[in-house]
């Protein structure tokens, strides 16, 4: 596609369900990457992709958070037992090269998440 | 650890008078550097970064930012400011050891 698309773009929920966040990255584009973003912040680095696999996880908060991006395109952001605190914007990015610090990463619009 | 400041939650500007959105940061490594701006309920859209070479860098929409390793500063400009810049910018950075850290944000508002 000609950008990143995340689905849904708003989710509501209740304590302790499970939700998925789905992000399609641009076309071509190799690394993939996960980000949180609370009311008023900067977005912070949650995990990012290397192909298929998860290069770097540290930024997931706890073991509640999962991600997966089977065939090397399209991610999903896995939410256990949600809680209110994470409530925030999810906001996914890709960029064209695995090993690169240098390139630049093209962001999606994001998919608002409520934890009712 | 690497961290960006932005120092200004807010900055306001006339319309057509030169505007200043002030970044500074600490990396380990050669430090890359990125400018985000932000619209309401919109993504983070690219606007420039300095990799290497020249200090001056421009981008998008007539925007520009000088990287200054002496004072860790890459603070971003631009001549005429428009209404419609408006928004939230967000300054990052990453080196080749970490991954990318922005700053909280700056809200810019250009007044007509």
């Known amino acids: 596609g000609a950008g990143v698309s995340q689905t849904p773009s708003n989710k509501v929920t209740e304590k302790g369900k499970y939700v998925e966040l789905r992000c399609d990255p641009i076309?071509?584009?190799?690394?993939l990457y996960w980000y949180r973003q609370s009311l008023g912040q900067g977005p912070e680095f949650l995990i990012y992709?290397?192909?298929?696999?998860?290069?770097?996880d540290s930024g997931l908060p706890n073991d509640r958070f999962f991600a997966v991006r089977p065939e090397g395109s399209v991610s999903t952001l896995k939410i256990q037992r949600t809680e209110r605190g994470d409530s925030a914007v999810y906001l996914c990015?890709?960029?064209?090269?695995?090993?690169?610090?240098?390139?630049?990463?093209?962001f999606g619009p994001g998919t608002r998440l409520l934890v009712l | 650890a690497q961290s960006v400041a932005q120092p200004e939650d807010q900055v306001n500007v006339a319309e057509g008078n030169p505007l200043t959105v002030k970044c500074t940061y600490s990396?380990?490594?050669?430090?890359?550097l990125f400018w985000y701006v932000q619209y309401p309920n919109r993504g983070l859209q690219f606007l420039l970064k300095?990799?290497?070479?020249?200090?001056l860098v421009k981008g998008s929409y007539g925007f520009e930012a000088e990287f200054n390793k002496s004072q860790t500063s890459f603070h971003l400009k631009k001549p005429s400011a428009l209404v419609s810049d408006s928004a939230l910018y967000f300054c990052?950075?990453?080196?080749?050891?970490?991954?990318?850290?922005f700053g909280a944000g700056t809200r810019l508002t250009v007044k007509p």
């Open positions: 992709f290397q192909g298929t696999g998860a290069a770097d």
């Open positions: 300095y990799i290497t070479g020249d200090n």
């Open positions: 076309s071509g584009h190799t690394a």
């Open positions: 990396v380990s490594g050669n430090p890359y």
């Open positions: 990052a950075v990453r080196d080749q050891y970490n991954d990318m850290r």
């Open positions: 990015a890709s960029s064209l090269r695995t090993s690169g610090s240098r390139e630049t990463q093209y």
